[in-house]
């Protein structure tokens, strides 16, 4: 038989070949998706059949939690949009899990996306906890629910609370009221910045705090407990929130600051009497009973994230196939360790684990692309957290850790109960920021021992203008990079305040080291200039 | 008012942080102690064979080389005391007993400890944790990082005598400067002050610069003049103010107001007397070293303490102060860049007008402040508008 003379063009191959499997890196020209200025997307990122459909199951599941929140409390929910500003935020919720997972593909997409589902997830039933609770959303009436749930600093963790099952629930204050805000939608929380800076606050302590203190001056907090606990964590400037906290709320407040100096063996019995402390005043002021039993089983649980977290830094450090990236990593990271114990996490950990393990199982390298192995140290823009994502697709700058990934892992001994209030006591005081910042300088000089450890070649050293421990240590860590010939890019920012340094200019600074220093050329030449000045 | 005896004197050893008495007892071979926070008892670097130096940096202009390695973005009391070190200022100190107290003067000590700045084999910086609460254990706490952290490498590494009698030598010196201090400070409670802000300031900076018992003459001295001095027939000054807030070692930021025409009655900031000189009582039963504890916890009204009912009892504080010392309004000053300040001037703003009808003038400043022109302004119109209030009081009456 003749074969019939059919050839298929190049062209078309490779457009079926882009359809099925979506283009390589090279070639996606991820910067043309969006709409100039305001960022939007001109439609959705095409990966490939399975990939897409994979994201597009994501964005689909993201819809249904959304929607559960809508039909579990819907007439809160509606007088939440319109009692605080900062509700408007979640409308663009779900555009925010696509933004941080742009440009991945296969086992990357998958474990970054899960971890982005679970906040998503954890971020409503937080929302629905709250406004079932909240005073605010019914004229001022107290309910069962407001009796029940206790409120606390975000920077509490909620490992804390596990000994009260009576209670409702425990809720992180600012967490989705103001930390979320500017990684979901950053125009929301500046707001709050300019309301409190319009009492007199000046405009540079860091704007975390400020924003906190912003929505007490506009009362802007939901009203879900009969209590307050807050501590001295992560700064100078939480402790000054503190102060306008108990101005504007005037309810009963328990600070439980912990120790600075804590490598010292002698502070820790304070830090564990603050966290009995605590414990008391919750049952005092509630009538709810600590029952340890409950503690120490919810304790067990979350050992099992802390066991995990190692794990995932094992094969991060020692491998090219952590199919982690650094956005989902940074973020889900400090979520998971500041909520505490919950299901999601486990189910979470244990999609992530079956991936990873394919990885490594078949030596799949989920980031091929990766130039070079950054390691983040500081404090990150919340406005943009998904710059390490941005690095990648651009520059093939693969974040691998970063620096608030290293905190709160320490597997707390549950057999002997000294132990136990010991390990609690040394968790409390690892939290976010402090870990590295606080307690001696030999902390922040940690970097050195991770850089080696991870394996990295660089670093991206995020500048966070209006922290004060960062900036006082500023010249050692440029000294310290000369000396050691490493790779460092400072990249500025202001946390939560975009207007003082935007992402443009984060990216330039990037751009213009890649280019002079390195002189290097972009993987994805699209993503270097791109005007988002107006975008979510 | 006739001009104090030893007014230019004082004013003379605080052009230096090694200054002529400072001097005097390195040659006779005592050690130098710095410190820059009260939570650092200066009781207990006042030991026998020692001396305390509450660091400053006079005659400061820009702090280029403390810039570089703490940024633009930190307060200029922090990067001032680095650049003074930096340029050999602080050669003198044995040894820098630390606080992490606030975050930029604990980073300028850090750098005291990892830079090899200080040209004195001898020296070295040891830190102590202060608890952000009063009450409680945190005493205990407190005590024992006093013990562990300052008396400990005091004695092990300079040879000094740390016993509980030492201690009380050294509490008794103590009281005896307080007691002076508190003396001479009662002067500015007067229907008509016989001492100026001014003249105080210098006299409570160089109690904390100066080798106590070198310094207690003069203080002594200056007491029994207070004592005979008129007041001026016409006061200078036409409003009476308590000034309030962070970090102010800068004797010339107080002459600025009272050039404004507001004689500062009170100095309830870091540095200033209010609270800062009260006796120090040991209870029955109580070693020297657990009254120091409680006494510097228990006296502090720094705003990095979080009990509940602390933070409130500060603005009575204030108030009571103001009431005290007669004064019409209040000056709250924070350090640019000082996180604590921050939040606190400004609840302080709020609530002395709001509860306590306290005119309030909230600014902040810089570590060297003498010539500030938009400063000057600031005050005077404070000053213009107490006594526009006077006056709309005398008009309803």
New interface residues.
Partial sequence: MRKLPIKIPESLKKKAKDFWYGKPHGERRLGELYEDKTGLYKHREWRGVADTNYAFLVWLRAVGVAGKLALSVPVPVVRALLRYRWMSTYLTGIAWIDRGNEGLHGEALRASMEHYYAMFYDSVRQLISQFRADSHLRLGVKNLFWYKTLDHDETIPGHLFYGFPEAYDDILAQLTTCFLNPHVCRPTITHYIDA?ES????A???PL?AAE?GLCVLDDYPDFSPVFL?T?QA???S??????Q??YWNK????M?Q???FD?P??Q??CI??IR?AWKFIEEQTGMKFDMNAFKKKMAAYNQLTRFEREKWDVAANTPYYPVSGTAQALYRIFYSEVGERKIWHRTDRRVKALMDRCIEKQLRPFPMTRHRALVWSCAPLYYSYFPTWLYNCWGIQVVMNMDSLMSDKVVRLENEDEMMEDLAQLFEWGPMRRMA????QHIFEIWENYEKFHCDMVIMFDQ??C??M??????F?DEFRRRGIHAIWVPHELMDHRTVERAEMRRAVNDYMATVMQEEPLDPSLVEIDDSMSW | MKDLKHLIYFENLLQEANNELVVRAKEEGRLALGYTCYFMPEVLLDLPGCFSVRLRAPRSTSPDIAT????N???TY?RSLLERALEGGYNFLDAELAT?????T???Q??L???NIISNPKFFCT???????KG???YE?YR??LE?HVLAPLHEKLGVDVSDGALRTAIAQHNELCRLITQIGAFRKLDRPTITGFEFSLIQLVTLCCPKDLILPYLRETLEELRTREPDLKPQYRCKVLLAGSENDDPYFTKLIEDSGALVVADRHCYGSLPGREEIEIREGETALAAVARHYLDTSMC??F???DV??ERKGYLADLAKEYKADGVIVE?M??C??W??????D???LQRDFGLPVC?I?KEYVNGTSGQLRTRFQAFVESIEIKKLQEVGKA
């Fill in positions: 409190v009492i007199g606050l000046p540079d302590p860091c705090c203190a807050t001295n700064c100078d400037g402790v000054g929130t503190s102060i306008i108990d101005m009963p407040l328990y600070a600051p120790p600075m100096r010292d002698d502070v019995q304070f009497d603050e402390g606080v307690g001696g300088q203008v209006a004060k421990s900036d006082g240590i500023h010249g050692v440029e | 570089y390695y703490m940024t973005r930190t307060c922090g992490e107290t606030c975050t930029v604990c980073r300028f850090e750098h400890q990892m830079m830190f102590i944790d202060v608890p952000h609460k409680g254990t945190t706490h024992l990082q562990k705003p990095r979080m009990n509940q933070m409130r924070q640019k860049f996180e604590y921050s939040y606190e001037r400004v609840v703003t709020i609530i909230s902040e």
